[in-house]
């Protein structure tokens, strides 16, 4: 028996105003549909007996009509090939408002495809194998109650439990999303064990124990798991013996660049450690670039724009600030800059946890970048 086991593919994510030119699509939202096809073609050049897709289909639970398009066409193309597929919903692709439906639906209805995405427990059936799924569940208190429900097959050769969200077990597998559900110890809630438990949610490949692992995503959807290898899992059983081979997805790189410098260090010196930086970076990569106990008057000086043109190969370059903790309140008046520049020393300035002052760099710079383009500027 030979099955493969991915998740938290996101179709549809997109950051960055960055487009192709040749195909006018957002590059970032092009990286997802790229590993889904490495990942597609995979199967088709190998198949399994099985595909169990954990969760995370789509990055909403409203995708667009192009994401939507690119999933049928994967899926479609799988399912003709006679390889069964089963999928859930994660909490990313999961409406809050049950009544409104939910693409899975429609995916459900093409050959070979099975869909758990009601919030409640469900179990298939693929020949010898039975798989039992538990979704992204409205609450809690539905999840525990979908664990609850689940009765192995005794008649089946193998039973697979496949679920999504933060296994609590020694270690808690937490994506710190507010949406994320906890998953308890099954086996130990059921006094039962599966031959195998398949895990959506967690973007790191990860073994929770000898027969339960999360497959990891197939692309970084955060500058917090530059160091995840993206991926996924080709599970099989030889003699009654369980062996799981992780298969890297190329995904675009993240650059980690931190520089500290020295208190008597002026721009020009700045400017010079990062030339040396960039000459490192990898072409097309997402550059997060952390400048650390740098003086407060020494950033607002800082050329933003040259910044970025010594990183013109990378896709985009994305910035945090750490101020020196006994830089004073003093500031000298310079000259204005662009409406980017002025937006990201307005926040510098502010009184903010550094988690919210690099969330709000992010939106703004978007919105302004989004703006400017959109006028010609």
């Known amino acids: 028996m030979r099955l493969v086991h991915f998740s938290d593919t996101h179709l549809g994510f997109f950051e960055y105003a960055r487009i192709d030119p040749e195909t006018g699509l957002n590059q970032r939202e092009q990286d997802f549909y790229r590993a889904w096809w490495k990942v597609v073609d995979d199967i088709l050049s190998d198949p399994p007996d099985l595909v169990i897709h954990a969760g995370d289909l789509f990055h909403t639970p409203r995708p667009t009509n192009r994401a939507i398009r690119v999933a049928s066409e994967g899926l479609k193309q799988i399912g003709e090939a006679g390889i069964p597929v089963v999928l859930i919903s994660g909490n990313h692709s999961t409406p809050r408002i049950r009544a409104t439906g939910s693409i899975f639906e429609t995916l459900s209805l093409f050959p070979n495809v099975r869909a758990a995405f009601r919030g409640v427990y469900e179990r298939f059936r693929v020949g010898n194998v039975a798989v039992h799924c538990v979704p992204h ?133 700045i400017l010079a450690a990062l030339e040396r930086e960039a000459a490192q970076t990898p072409e097309g990569a997402i550059v997060d670039l952390a400048l650390l106990d740098i003086r407060r008057e020494t950033y607002l000086k800082l050329d933003l724009r040259e910044v ?70």
Not at 140 to 167: C, P, R, Y
Not at 201 to 206: E, K, T
Request: one cysteine or more.
């Open 137 to 269: 569940c409205a609450t809690e208190e539905d999840m525990q109650a979908a664990f609850e429900a689940i009765e192995l097959d005794a008649k089946a050769e193998l039973n697979i439990l496949v679920t999504h969200g933060s296994w609590q077990g020694r270690t808690a597998y937490s994506m710190g999303e507010f949406s994320e559900q906890r998953i308890p110890d099954v086996e130990a809630l059921l006094d039962v064990r599966f031959d195998y438990i398949a895990l959506g949610h967690y973007h790191r490949r990860v073994d929770v124990s000898d027969h339960a692992s999360y497959s990891g995503s197939t692309e970084r959807t955060s500058l917090n798991q530059r160091d995840a290898e993206t991926g996924y899992l080709r599970v099989e059983w030889k003699a009654g013996e369980l062996r799981r081979e992780f298969v890297p997805v190329p995904s675009r790189p993240v650059h980690r660049v931190e520089l500290r410098p020295t208190p008597d260090a002026g721009p020009s010196e």
């Open 308 to 377: 970025d043109r010594l990183f013109e190969k990378a896709l985009i370059v994305e910035r945090s600030v750490q101020l020196r903790n006994d830089d004073s309140e003093e500031r000298t008046a310079g000259e204005i800059g662009s409406l980017t520049e002025e937006f990201e020393r307005f926040v510098v300035r502010r009184d903010m946890l550094p988690d919210d002052r690099q969330r709000l760099l992010k939106l703004g710079l978007e919105f302004l970048t989004a703006v400017t383009e959109e006028q010609g500027e």
